[in-house]
């Protein structure tokens, strides 16, 4: 009864989309992990999956962003977030030399959160565009940074990484969403959950920690399939 309760007034779309963005990465991942892991060719990097990853990660930050506005501990969620992605960074680093996650979408939404609560929150829609459009200009000298800037785009042809997220282009989606949560544009979408959106929300509430162990779990399971 009290989890029913909790679902009454959540955003049914923001839920929705968030849960539909964690489901592609599963299974993108587990494409991933069959190809890169195990030699299976399943296409994974030619066709419309490069498009459809691009995509659901923009569109799980532009939700993040949104989300901003219903949360008060930005700055503690975004150091979080930032201290679990240089643990993925050694942990990457070690079991896959040269193709570590030395920048991944952890890395960037904990910057993210962290510019959330001192920056953007703070302006008003409008003013939060010139930041998209500063990106936009950005990415387009980006190629020319050194490599300590690899956050922001630089030096990334140096690296081979399975997972590269740098805050150029990607803070855009994430400002975009800040600036649509200003608007309320999506909170005609609350409503009162039945059972299946029960578990939809759930997924939501707790994609960190599904983004987190879905992999190894991912892994495992190959593992004990293919023996090895």
Request: some cysteine; charged content about 10%.
């Amino acid at each position: 009864m009290k989890a029913a309760n909790e679902m009454k007034k959540r955003n049914w779309l923001i839920d929705g989309l968030r849960t539909l963005s964690v489901l592609v990465m599963i299974y993108y991942h587990f494409l991933f992990d069959l190809q890169f892991f195990y030699g299976k060719e399943v296409g994974l990097f030619v066709g419309w999956w490069p498009t459809v990853r691009l995509f659901f990660a923009g569109l799980f930050l532009f939700l993040s962003g949104y989300s901003t506005q219903y949360g008060t501990r930005q700055v503690r969620s975004g150091l979080s977030l930032l201290g679990l992605g240089f643990v993925i960074s050694l942990v990457t680093g070690w079991f896959t030399p040269g193709r570590g996650v030395y920048f991944g979408i952890l890395h960037l939404m904990g910057v993210a959160q962290i510019l959330s609560y001192f920056v953007f929150r703070h302006l008003l829609p409008c003013q939060n565009l010139l930041f998209v459009l500063g990106a936009w200009f950005l990415l387009m000298v980006s190629p020319s940074y050194p490599v300590y800037l690899l956050p922001i785009g630089g030096g990334a042809q140096h690296f081979s990484m399975v997972d590269y997220f740098p805050v150029v282009p990607w803070i855009i989606p994430f400002i975009v969403g800040v600036s649509a949560g200003q608007w309320k544009m999506l909170d005609l979408f609350v409503c009162h959950y039945g059972k299946i959106g029960v578990w939809i929300s759930w997924i939501s509430r707790h994609s960190l920690g599904v983004y987190l162990v879905h992999q190894p779990i991912l892994l495992g399971l190959l593992w004990f399939y293919f023996g090895y």
